[in-house]
């Protein structure tokens, strides 16, 4: 299944045997099949990482207490939380123009829904819908179907019940309560969260020989299944996404107790957590969006690794650098980042 060997500039450490899915849009070797893979890094997703990157740290007074995320409607003044002295977050401010932009962007998908030279274009899951729906008895319905699901999704699912929910104290707030004054930045969030570098081996491998035999440190040589992931209702494993064990990987440990490791996908990487892989429409956990602030302020796409194994920097990539070079942050009304 892998089809891409990453090394690590550290001989000891095993390489990174990457899946087609894993890959760049552009790589010559890149696969993704929307009913046999887990779901892609959106194009959106990629974005909105580097809205929340450009937005800078989150205000603790920012974070939403009791409120519903989905009562949350675009069109609705009375269901949007931050109104009067609390400013919105201004990550969450492009994140939406962002949103808008891609539905104008999608357009064209559902203007030539029968067109496979244009629809080659469109992220993998919106082209599977759109192929389907142009073989239904009335394409046409079955089309403007995929449309209005794809921008509810853009305009609602994605700010409110996805965005307004990590945004909330009961959410990102877990992993900042410790951390010290009113807008915890890249240095005071990994004081009680890390970036940590390891091994990950499958349950026939034994961690003490494997740390032995390549001379790692044993504290960071782990089964997969001793980490936070393979022990929810609904264990993802690395494997479901093509990843061959022994593997390097970045592993977040956050204050909330968890590790969850963040698994390379689609150009970039995707939180293991519950919250991110129970649910295909959310394009960002709370890990993701600590990870964003923290990128934000080393100014960087690549995790920093807080200790641990030296892990190729694939496993650090947290945004595809094709869209990093062309993704513009702006508000809504089409108005650039200040
Ligand atoms: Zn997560």
Redesign the pocket.
């Known amino acids: 299944m892998s089809c891409r060997t990453i090394h690590s500039a550290d001989g000891s450490v095993p390489h990174l045997a990457l899946p087609p899915g894993a890959l760049a849009h552009m790589d010559r070797d890149y696969d993704y099949d929307v009913d046999r893979d887990p779901p892609n890094v959106e194009p959106i997703e990629h974005q909105i990482r580097l809205d929340f990157m450009h937005g800078g740290a989150v205000h603790r007074d920012q974070l939403l207490g009791d409120y519903n995320p989905w009562s949350y409607k675009a069109d609705t003044p009375a269901t949007h939380p931050w109104r009067g002295v609390t400013q919105k977050p201004r990550g969450l401010d492009y994140a939406e123009a962002s949103c808008d932009v891609r539905i104008r962007e999608e357009e064209t998908f559902y203007e030539h829904a029968d067109d496979d030279t244009v629809l080659v274009d469109a992220p993998a899951y919106l082209a599977a819908r759109i192929r389907e729906a142009s073989e239904q008895s009335d394409p046409h319905e079955a089309v403007s179907e995929v449309r209005k699901n794809r921008e509810k999704w853009y305009q609602e699912l994605i700010p409110g019940a996805n965005l307004r929910q990590i945004l909330k104290e009961s959410s990102y707030g877990s992993l900042v309560e410790k951390c010290i004054g009113p807008t915890p930045d890249a240095n005071s969030l990994l004081e009680h969260n890390a970036f940590v570098g390891m091994v990950l081996v499958n349950d026939d491998t034994d961690p003490d020989a494997v740390s032995r035999e390549r001379d790692l440190d044993s504290a960071y040589v782990l089964r997969e299944s001793a980490l936070s992931h393979a022990n929810t209702d609904e264990p993802v494993a690395l494997a479901d996404y093509g990843i061959e064990l022994p593997a390097p990987i970045l592993v977040?440990e956050y204050d909330s107790g968890s590790q969850?490791p963040l698994i390379p996908w689609g150009d970039a990487l995707t939180?293991?957590?519950p919250?991110?892989q129970s649910a295909p429409f959310r394009v960002m956990?709370?890990?993701?969006l600590l990870a964003s602030i923290v990128c934000g302020d080393h100014d960087s796409i690549f995790i920093p690794l807080t200790r641990g194994i030296h892990v190729p920097h694939r496993a650090r990539r947290f945004v595809s650098p094709e869209i990093a070079v062309s993704h513009l942050p702006q508000t809504a009304g089409g108005h650039p980042l200040p």
């Open positions: 977040g969850y939180c293991s957590c919250y991110k956990c709370k890990h993701e």
